[in-house]
């Protein structure tokens, strides 16, 4: 990863630390339908980051997602698994925000957390693997 990158790799791996933890005092709170706006863009700054280690980037979020699942997913290198967890949380995401009078419990939203933290921690394991 050149030098360039490296700082735009951290600050968005930082970004995604901090907006999961957000998503922690919204879920103390009861608030899931913002709950599940923080837990999407955690998700996708962790993308954004290992996308601008490999020196890729998107201005949207489609594009920020496809990249992820064809550089990333379909070759392997992140599980299918995790790959879902950012996946349905742009599902949710876009719900959240673009639907009216769409509703989210704390039987949908609080498992997220957790599987939040994995994809993070995942991502991280790979960029830290980048020569």
């Given amino acids: ?26 879920a103390g709170a009861k608030r899931w339908k913002s709950c599940v706006n923080r837990l999407y863009y955690s998700c996708f ?18 594009g920020v997602l496809s990249l992820f699942n064809l550089h990333f997913v379909k070759p392997g290198i992140i599980a299918k698994e995790i ?14 925000d673009y639907t009216d009078f769409a509703v989210f419990t704390e039987e949908q939203v609080a498992p997220q957390l957790g599987k939040v933290e994995i994809f ?3 991502i991280k394991s790979i960029i830290s693997q980048i020569p």
Wanted: aromatic residues 8%.
């Fill in 45 to 62: 700054y962790a993308a954004s980051a290992l996308l601008a280690a490999h020196e890729m980037s998107s201005r949207k979020h489609a």
């Fill in 1 to 26: 990863m050149s030098g360039a990158f490296s700082g735009v790799v951290q600050h968005r791996l930082d970004r995604a630390g901090e907006v999961w933890e957000d998503a922690k005092l919204l």
């Fill in 120 to 122: 993070i921690t995942t």
């Fill in 83 to 96: 790959a879902e967890i950012y996946n349905d949380l742009f599902d949710s995401r876009q719900e959240s």
